[in-house]
């Protein structure tokens, strides 16, 4: 796609729910399964009272991040979401921070969505057991092949599985609703079980409990990851931006607190019994243990076969697309991570590969990057989303701190110079509903912090402090390489022509390419040319110089002795001879190559010349020329090279 067809690839609203609101609403699959399966540590009587609670609470915060996110997108539509906002009002250090954080929750979200939902398609499709590895990182390899296609285009794919997601769990809900008024609503299958205390819960204490409590609070908090999505995308909304933005924010935000309460309360009212250790928690009215080949099933899985116990087909339904919608919510990762690694790589944080488009108009190489660490992920922790899910959701709620508190200080900013009154109200208001904002995310991440750092979060903190030091090294890496290419008034090094240019032209034998580098090297008129040869066997040697003579060459050829059989270092050498006490002369190395066309044919030649220019690079003074020579394997491969890849653009920095 051409770079002026970049409009055609914005989004409508309808488009943009799916893209960057797949995350927060699939959420509701794995959200009341973290709260239950918290609270069942304690037994199953907790979980059943005090489930409600938690996810009150939850949809609470969520209330107030949404409606302070809905100010964000207004005040900063530009695309650079938390990250811009905490690098304009807290400084660089605190939006590297927020960006460290977003990248590592980014390849989280991947991660878990995936792996959750490869389990939930598990219910459906039983021979996927056992091989839920090895599924979800193709699954991973297919997303990153649909969004290398483009925004829009992955928008279209994901459009009709998110919305059917959304019908089938709202009409389960109806459904569910109307069943439990008429008295018809049955019993989910685990409601017959007796949920046991883990080893440790069985007798909790007022802190213990509350801790507990805490505990499963910050693990529903995952139905929270993803709202940040539509700030960092605001430049991807059609126009009005702003106004489209917040509009579909607040339909994500009513849509996926009416399926959270939904969930939560279907699975009250059909008791269902969730437990982190199946085999010993759950034991049946008996006493005895359940089975060894039982299988615990998903909050979504055993409310959906309760509420669709006569009709098998909608527990189907509702399996697959569950399924579906946990895998394609990773796209708000896929849609977030690049443009935020383009952000950073356009401010020097992040290499400036990640800044540029590939051929379809998307950030090309963010999509590889984020592929493949969601990958590792993966593979190392098997693919187990109780496991992966401990270490998710710090990184947001570090992300949503820092914004909110960013945002209350641009009010205040603006608030000093703003003399209207009607736009000071609305600051004022903007102001107070960021800064509740600000309070409660702080409160939620040091809950996280306290409940979850042992568990796995730890290693989240890890890996964001890691990132943090590397991006920071890297822009100390770019500021010293633009320190020294700029060019200074009193500089004038780059205008300055060189006192004389001393052309060299390497020889091994005489053959076409030889004479074609020294064809080329006479016509630039160097102020000195001579050819040099290595002197490795004595007798090849002697027979070259014989022949150049025979051949009447007007060019002096010098053979440099090598003693020890290398190439590489006479040569080097040779031409720092020649730059010694001359600082302002210039030597030109002509490298005659031959071309070849296949990969293969490569391992039958030696890489001498590749090995002598790399050394000649580092050598001040030291102009390197190669002189190719296509031999006919190589013709038309040139064909394979056209047109720009990924990370070809260079902005000329």
């Known amino acids: 796609m051409r770079s002026d067809r970049l409009t055609e690839t914005l989004l409508p609203k309808r488009l943009a729910l799916p893209v960057f609101a797949s995350d927060p609403l699939s959420s509701v699959a794995y959200a009341p399964d973290e709260i239950f399966l918290t609270l069942g540590l304690a037994g199953g009587t907790l979980a059943l009272t005090q489930s409600w609670k938690i996810a009150l609470v939850v949809v609470l915060v969520m209330v107030v991040v949404v409606a ?22 807290l400084g660089s250090k605190a939006g590297l921070t927020v960006g460290s954080a977003l990248l590592v929750d980014y390849v989280l979200t991947v991660a878990v969505s995936v792996s959750s939902g490869v389990q939930n398609a598990a219910a459906a499709l039983p ?34 599985p998110t919305y059917l997601f959304m019908t089938c769990v709202l009409g ?102 969730y437990a982190e250790d199946p085999a010993t928690q759950l034991v049946q009215s008996d006493g005895r243990p359940v089975p060894p080949d039982y299988v615990q099933e998903t909050i979504m899985g055993q409310v959906s076969h309760a509420v669709f116990d006569n009709f098998p087909p909608g527990v189907l339904l509702v399996s ?36 540029t488009r590939g051929d379809r108009l998307a950030f090309s190489n963010g999509i590889l990057t984020l592929a493949g660490a969601a990958a590792l992920l993966i593979v190392l922790y098997n693919a187990e989303v109780t496991k992966l899910i401990q270490l998710y959701i710090v990184g947001v709620f570090v992300s949503f701190t820092l914004s909110q508190t960013g945002m209350v200080r641009h009010w205040n900013r603006h608030l000093r110079v703003e003399t209207n009154p009607g736009v000071r109200r609305r600051m ?9 904002g600000a309070a409660i995310c702080c409160t939620v991440l040091l809950v996280v912090l306290a409940t979850k750092f042992i568990h796995g979060a730890g290693y989240a903190i890890a890996a964001m402090v890691v990132l943090f030091f590397l991006m920071t090294g890297i822009n100390k890496h770019y500021e010293r390489v633009r320190a020294e290419l700029r060019v200074s008034d009193e500089d004038a090094d780059a205008q ?26 006479r016509a630039t008129r160097p102020s000195k040319l001579e050819a040099i040869t290595v002197n490795v066997e004595p007798d090849e040697t002697k027979a070259l110089q014989d022949e150049w ?88 491969q040139e064909e394979r090279f056209d047109g720009p890849g990924p990370g070809s653009v260079r902005l000329g920095q």
């Open 68 to 89: 302070s996110y809905r100010q964000n997108v207004h005040a900063y539509p530009s695309g650079g979401g938390d990250y811009e906002v905490a690098s304009t009002n």
């Open 127 to 160: 021979f996927l057991r056992g091989h839920e590895v090895i599924v979800a990182v193709g699954l991973v390899a297919l997303l990153a092949g649909i969004n290398l296609r483009g925004v829009r285009e992955s928008g279209k794919a994901f459009a009709v």
């Open 172 to 273: 389960m809900a109806a459904v569910g609703l109307f069943r439990n008024v008429t008295g018809t609503l049955p019993k989910a299958e685990s409601a017959s079980l007796q949920l046991l205390p883990e080893p440790g819960y069985e007798s909790l204490g007022l802190f213990a409990m509350a801790f507990l409590m805490l505990r499963a609070f910050s693990s529903g908090c995952a139905a929270l990851t993803g709202v940040e999505a539509i700030s960092n995308g605001v430049p991807a909304f059609q126009k009005p931006k702003s106004k489209n933005a917040a509009t579909t924010l607040l339909l994500m935000g009513i849509v996926a607190i009416s399926m959270m309460v939904s969930m939560v309360t279907l699975a009250r009212w059909t008791g269902v019994k």
């Open 320 to 355: 697959i697309v569950t399924g579906l919608i946990l895998i394609l919510a990773a796209n708000t990762a896929f849609s977030g991570f690049p443009v935020l690694g383009s952000i950073l790589a356009r401010d020097g944080y992040l290499p400036r590969q990640l800044h």
């Open 428 to 436: 004022m208001r903007s102001r107070a509903i960021n800064g509740v």
């Open 496 to 521: 300055m022509l060189p006192s004389r240019v001393h052309a060299i032209v390497l020889v091994s034998k005489i053959h076409k390419p030889t004479l074609r580098a020294l064809a080329y090297a």
């Open 549 to 636: 003579d025979r051949r009447d060459i007007p060019v002096p050829l010098k053979a440099l002795d090598s003693p020890y059989r290398e190439i590489t270092r006479p040569v080097v050498e040779y031409v720092k001879s020649l730059r010694s006490g001359h600082p302002r002369d210039v030597v030109v190395v002509y490298i005659p190559e031959y071309v070849l066309g296949k990969w293969y044919e490569q391992v039958l030649h030696n890489q001498s010349a590749l090995r002598l220019k790399g050394r000649l690079l580092f050598t001040p003074g030291v102009m390197v020329a190669s002189v190719p020579w296509q031999l006919a394997s190589s013709e038309g």
